[in-house]
C-alpha cells in the first residue's frame, strides 16, 4: 500500500510529525536532516493510521453543506437543527422553534444569519462566561466574539477572551467546555498537566465535550 506524501515541511524541530489536512492531503513535518528514505519508511509504519484519518476527513467534507436559505433547509443552534421557513414579507429573519426569512431579503440570507448567530453566541456565552467565573471567583478584562473558523477561544496574557460566534451552532456543553477551557487559562496560561487538572476541576467531564468538538467542527462551518 504506497501512501502518497503530499507536502514535506523542513524545519529545526527534533522529532516527525504526520498532519491530515481537513482536504485530506498528507504533510509530513521532519527533521532538517531527516532522509528522505527514513521519512518513507515512517509513513509506511504509519499507513493503517493514515488511511483512516483521511476517510474521516473525506467524509467530513462530505458531509459540510453548501447553503442555500431555501425552504426546508437545516440550521443549527445550541447543537439541534432547526428548519428554515421561507415566508412572504414579515421580519428579515426571526426565530421561534425554526427559522422564518423574509422573500424579500434572500438575497442577504447570509449575512442575516451571521448578525442573527453573533447576537445569540455574545448573549449565551457571557452567561457562561459569568456564571462559570462566579462559581470559580475568577476575573476576566472583556469578552469579545470573533469570526474565527476553528480557533474556538483564547484568552490573552491581559486576560480578555474571545469566542468565534459558530460556537453556538454546538451544544451547550461544548459552549461550557471552551468557556470553562479559557477560563482555567486565567491560572495556567500554557496546557500543561497543571492547566488540564484545572480544567478537569471547573468540567469533570469535559473530555467528551472535547471529544464532540474534535469529531464535529466541521458541521459548526458558515
Known amino acids: 500500500m504506497e501512501i502518497k506524501i503530499d507536502k514535506i515541511i523542513r524545519s529545526r524541530r527534533r522529532t516527525l510529525a504526520l498532519q491530515i489536512t481537513p482536504d ?24 493503517l493510521w493514515i488511511k483512516e484519518k483521511q476517510k474521516i476527513m ?7 453543506v ?4 431555501k425552504e426546508g433547509e437545516e440550521f443549527l443552534y445550541l ?29 442577504k440570507a447570509k449575512e442575516l444569519f451571521a448578525d442573527w448567530y453573533k447576537k445569540k453566541a455574545f448573549e449565551k456565552i457571557s452567561e457562561r462566561v459569568q456564571w462559570y467565573a462566579a462559581l470559580f471567583g475568577l476575573s476576566h478584562k472583556s469578552i469579545k466574539i470573533t469570526d474565527a473558523q476553528k480557533r474556538w477561544g483564547s484568552c490573552s496574557v491581559e486576560d480578555k477572551l474571545c469566542f468565534s460566534w459558530r ?17 482555567a487559562h486565567l491560572k495556567v496560561k500554557n496546557h ?9 476541576v471547573m468540567m469533570p467531564d469535559y473530555k467528551q465535550h472535547l471529544k464532540w ?7 459548526l462551518s458558515f
Not at 81 to 100: H, I, M, N, T, W
Not at 167 to 183: K, N, Q, R, S, T
Not at 192 to 200: A, N
Not at 213 to 219: E, R, V
Request: charged share 30%; hydrophobic share 40%; proline share 3%.
Open 66 to 69: 453548501v447553503r442555500e436559505f
Open 79 to 107: 447543537g439541534n437543527q432547526y428548519r428554515l421557513s421561507v415566508v412572504e414579507g414579515a421580519r428579515p429573519l426571526s426565530f421561534d422553534d425554526g427559522f422564518k426569512l423574509s422573500d424579500i431579503y434572500r438575497n
Open 213 to 219: 468538538l474534535k469529531n464535529n467542527d466541521h458541521l
Open 192 to 200: 500543561s498537566k497543571k492547566f488540564w487538572t484545572q480544567v478537569e
Open 24 to 47: 485530506a492531503r498528507l504533510i509530513v513535518r521532519a527533521p532538517k536532516r531527516a532522509s528522505l528514505d527514513y521519512i518513507k519508511k515512517t509513513v509506511f509504519k504509519k499507513r
Open 167 to 183: 460556537l453556538i451552532m454546538a451544544p451547550l456543553g461544548v459552549i461550557d467546555y471552551v468557556v470553562v477551557h479559557e477560563l
Open 58 to 64: 473525506q467524509k467530513r467534507c462530505q458531509d459540510i
